[in-house]
Nanobody, 127 residues
Framework: QVQLVESGGGKVQAGDSLRLSCVASGRTSSNYVMGWFRQALGKEREFVAAITGRGVSTLYADSVKDRFTISRDNAKDTVYLQMNILKPEDTAVYYC????????????????????WGQGTQVTVSS
């Protein structure tokens, strides 16, 4: 069992930056692919970014590529999402997820592939 707790959300202006954190407890988080997803009000959950267990490979949604960076510190059992040049359309609840899954864009980008989820943290970007 893995427990995930996100933090770092808040209200910012367009163009600002935020860094989200996700602390994992329970089984060794380095065994898991970690992902970030988001869900805006009235919309379906969507993939944002993911990182392999040792942090060697990453994947991003096209909408955030070149603005967001996912990283992890396995010594701290923490995954980060650095979000720069935030836009109003980035407004959503951001969720951290963990899973033992095959590293492919289709699998990694699908929420159902993950076994564990955090409670989410709200990010609001105003124009």
């Amino acid at each position: 069992q893995v427990q995930l707790v996100e933090s770092g959300g808040g209200k910012v202006q367009a163009g600002d930056s935020l860094r989200l954190s996700c602390v994992a407890s329970g089984r060794t988080s380095s065994n898991y692919v970690m992902g970030w997803f988001r869900q805006a009000l009235g919309k379906e959950r969507e993939f944002v970014a993911a990182i392999t267990g040792r942090g060697v490979s990453t994947l991003y949604a096209d909408s955030v590529k070149d603005r967001f960076t996912i990283s992890r510190d396995n010594a701290k059992d923490t995954v980060y999402l650095q979000m720069n040049i935030l836009k109003p359309e980035d407004t959503a609840v951001y969720y951290c997820a963990a899973g033992r899954l095959m590293w492919s864009r289709i699998v990694v980008g699908t929420g159902a592939s993950y076994d564990y989820w955090g409670q989410g943290t709200q990010v609001t970007v105003s124009s």
